[in-house]
């Protein structure tokens, strides 16, 4: 069973226009996390979100907005595309715990804008 | 500078070698993750550590938190082990990502 799941894997659009990303996670975890990966590879985090608290990476344009419709699910839509937004981007969700790893990630999106 | 520095950038083995990747950290930390991409961009989350040393199969990850360093550990390294592997720190809603370490390994 997938942990993680994102929709659409690859996703090509025009600029200017809106576009969601789904993320759904099965393992009953509260925080769930959007980053961004761009064409250097370097791995960076756009928001983090549980059912009390949505925290904003201050870099993130406004253009990008986290929607929770309940616990499993963080979807990422983003208005007015630009070019400079093409990259991967990957959900993530996590559980407070000790041990074993506590993130699981999504398989990623890779959106291209043109 | 990044807050985040992993070493080498690019490393390459042959089948059978340890291998060590070193990250050092410059901020404090509440736990240091180490991640596994494949070449078709999937991350799996290797190991979360705040202290000392674990261990998941061929896989070693050890912590010095006075020294802000850890390292990753490949013993008997495969083929298949080839990846990117990157260091990142804090804690999940705060994570600071390493730039990554390419991994391959030949036959």
């Known amino acids: 069973d997938t942990a993680v799941s994102q929709t659409p894997k690859y996703l090509v659009t025009q600029m200017g226009n809106d576009k969601s990303i789904k993320c759904e996670q099965n393992l009953g975890h509260d925080t769930m996390y959007w980053y961004k990966q761009d064409s250097k590879k370097f791995l960076k985090i756009m928001f983090s979100?549980?059912?009390?608290?949505?925290?904003i990476n201050e870099t993130v344009p406004n253009r990008f907005s986290p929607k929770s419709p309940d616990k499993a699910h963080l979807n990422l839509h983003i208005n007015s595309l630009e070019l400079g937004d093409s990259a991967v981007y990957f959900c993530?969700?996590?559980?407070?715990?000790?041990?074993?790893?506590?993130?699981?990630f999504g398989p990623g999106t890779r959106l291209t804008v043109t | 500078k990044n807050e985040v520095e992993q070493s080498p950038q690019n490393l390459t083995a042959q089948e059978g070698e340890f291998i060590t990747i070193n990250c050092s950290y410059s901020v404090g930390i509440s736990a240091l993750h180490w991640l596994q991409q494949h070449p078709g961009g999937g991350i799996v989350s290797l190991f979360m550590?705040?202290?000392g040393k674990k261990k998941h199969g061929r896989l070693i990850a050890t912590i010095n938190i006075q020294e802000k360093h850890s390292s990753l550990h490949i013993t008997a390294s495969h083929p298949r082990d080839s990846a990117v592997y990157i260091c990142?720190?804090?804690?999940?809603?705060?994570?600071?990502f390493g730039t990554g370490t390419r991994l391959q390994v030949f036959p």
């Open positions: 993530a969700s996590s559980q407070e715990t000790t041990g074993s790893p506590s993130t699981y």
């Open positions: 550590l705040s202290s």
């Open positions: 979100y549980n059912n009390k608290e949505l925290i």
């Open positions: 990142a720190v804090g804690s999940p809603d705060k994570l600071i």
